[in-house]
């Protein structure tokens, strides 16, 4: 038979038994707990002292157009700029829906009448200049690797080919894209001779001058990565009498992988960043000259909008680089790799 201290003790038990269990079903798992804290805890209060620190210096700076703009009038700014884009979009349709009504009663009166589709010529919104922001660096970044990796092999296959390329890089890699872009353009002008262009002169110009700011990076980490290739597997394609392109496919491009991605991500860097000053002077319609034209407006709303565009650039440039670590995983022989 129990007595009081016996039962006492066994309910204690049993409910730390309890206890135990539901803090183990409950838990999170390892170091889950303190991942979850560096990962957004951490970030997520350094970024609320960055606002405070904002807010608190910006009403102290007064500017030509009035005083800095803090948290709370870049955020309006942001929230008029999308709502503008929906308006925009809004009387796109409009338009042509009233062009598609016009059409129809033609053909009902002559269904042989000459029917013409007008384009809408409204001015580009926030959202569409980032998108040809996006189009105009991914040109310019794509063209660039199509050239910089096959160059990058070669030179660092053949240490004659590395002496030969290596003072032309080094050269060209410092030159500011401002010293690039006047050549550019009175190139293009006299070479892109159309009268039905299928691309705009001021593109062509912007995705050329980002080309050539940021094929360097690819071209100098694709080519230490071949020349770093363990001998060992250079050796075993000799023994199985590998072909020169499947040596490539199999060995080389595989085990580079990283270095390459490397200098990829460092060249849409640059050219993400080369692209906001080409805009600017080439008159591209994207972010570089959304900027310019909000500084040249000189309204009271002119520097939070500069602002935004900041803001929208430096998260985009962060989202790119994220997809390119996304990128690098899924094509690297290394499934594990940590992303950072």
Known sequence: ML????????????????????????????????????VFIIPFLAFLIF??????????????????PGPTQVWQQTVSLFNEHIAERKKENEFYLRQDKRNAKKLEKNPDAEIKIRPYTGSPTFIDQILTSLYTVMTGFIIASLIAIPIGIISGLSHTIHSALNPLIQIFKPVSPLAWLPIVTMIVSAM???????????????????????????????SLGVSTI???????????????????????????????????????????????????????????????DEFQNGSSNSLARIMVAVFAIGLTGLLLDRVMLLLQRKVSWDRNAVIR
């Open 51 to 68: 606002l405070g620190l904002w807010s608190a210096s910006a009403s102290r700076i007064e500017t030509s157009l009035g005083k800095v």
């Open 230 to 292: 363990d001998n060992d597997l250079i050796n075993v394609s000799r023994v199985l009498r590998l072909s020169w392109a499947t040596r490539i496919y199999k060995i080389i491009l595989p085990s580079s992988v990283p270095m390459i991605f490397a200098g990829l991500r460092l060249s849409l860097g640059i050219g993400w960043m080369v692209l906001i000053a080409a805009e600017m002077l080439a008159q591209n319609p994207g972010l570089g000259k959304f900027v310019w």
């Open 192 to 222: 892109y001779v159309s009268s039905d262009p299928m691309f705009s002169k001021s593109f062509l110009t912007s995705a050329i001058t980002v080309t050539l700011c940021c094929m360097w990076p690819t071209i100098i980490n694709t």
């Open 3 to 38: 007595t009081t201290p016996s039962i006492k003790a066994s309910l204690l038990k049993l409910e730390s038994t309890e206890t135990m269990s539901f803090y183990k079903k409950f838990r999170l798992p390892g170091n889950t707990g303190n991942k979850f804290i560096k």
